[in-house]
T-cell receptor, first 113, second 113 residues
Framework: AQSVAQPEDQVNVAEGNPLTVKCTYSVSGNPYLFWYVQYPNRGLQFLLKYITGDNLVKGSYGFEAEFNKSQTSFHLKKPSALVSDSALYFC???????????FGTGTRLKVLA | KAGVTQTPRYLIKTRGQQVTLSCSPISGHRSVSWYQQTPGQGLQFLFEYFSETQRNKGNFPGRFSGRQFSNSRSEMNVSTLELGDSALYLCASFQTGNTDTQYFGPGTRLTVL
């Protein structure tokens, strides 16, 4: 069965420090991997995706993610966190040719001033 | 381009009633997906439509149904509401092709009393 795991419910990081939000997946076939962010009372905003090609993907607001096939991971990173990055982050996977996303449970990022 | 719009944004119903939620995709997007977001279950896929046809369906009871119109607008209906149906219902539209990225609307917050 296909699944996505976000092992941390919450990540705390000081402003200016690098941040990492973890995601691992289990799928058969070639995965399409995504990160979305959700602010309170809002929908999900697309951050970045990996389809194929370079393992390091750059996205919106200075975020990037590294696809690691051997570890089946797609961790979200940012070199220097901002207080405004505080939000709920979701990792998702879909299988090429289908339009059904499987989401992780979400990780709440709290950036402390 | 305007983003995905959902109406209404907030809805309060009582058990046993039915409800219809509406979603207008981004102009030119022909695929629409629906998700239910709850604190306990996270984001769960409901169904996906393309060209007025349901292509994928999640594991929800038959009380949950949807449809898509020729202009790509979509509605979802929940009949015989239960307390557990209280959730944020998110609609997303796809730009099929190389991107395969879903763009989400702000959601409809449904409260069942």
């Amino acid at each position: 069965a296909q699944s996505v795991a976000q092992p941390e419910d919450q990540v705390n990081v000081a402003e200016g420090n690098p941040l990492t939000v973890k995601c691992t997946y289990s799928v058969s076939g070639n995965p399409y991997l995504f990160w979305y962010v959700q602010y309170p009372n809002r929908g999900l905003q697309f951050l970045l995706k990996y389809i194929t090609g370079d393992n390091l993907v750059k996205g919106s607001y200075g975020f990037e993610a590294e696809f690691n096939k051997s570890q089946t991971s797609f961790h979200l990173k940012k070199p220097s966190a901002l207080v405004s990055d505080s939000a709920l982050y979701f990792c998702a996977v879909s299988i090429s040719g289908t339009y059904k996303y499987i989401f992780g449970t979400g990780t709440r990022l709290k950036v402390l001033a | 381009k305007a983003g995905v719009t959902q109406t209404p944004r907030y809805l309060i119903k009582t058990r046993g009633q039915q409800v219809t939620l509406s979603c207008s995709p981004i102009s030119g997007h022909r695929s629409v997906s629906w998700y239910q977001q709850t604190p306990g279950q996270g984001l769960q896929f409901l169904f996906e439509y393309f060209s007025e046809t349901q292509r994928n369906k999640g594991n929800f009871p038959g009380r949950f149904s949807g449809r898509q119109f020729s202009n790509s607008r979509s509605e979802m209906n929940v009949s015989t509401l239960e307390l557990g149906d209280s959730a944020l219902y998110l609609c997303a539209s796809f730009q099929t092709g190389n991107t395969d990225t879903q763009y989400f609307g702000p959601g409809t917050r449904l409260t069942v009393l």
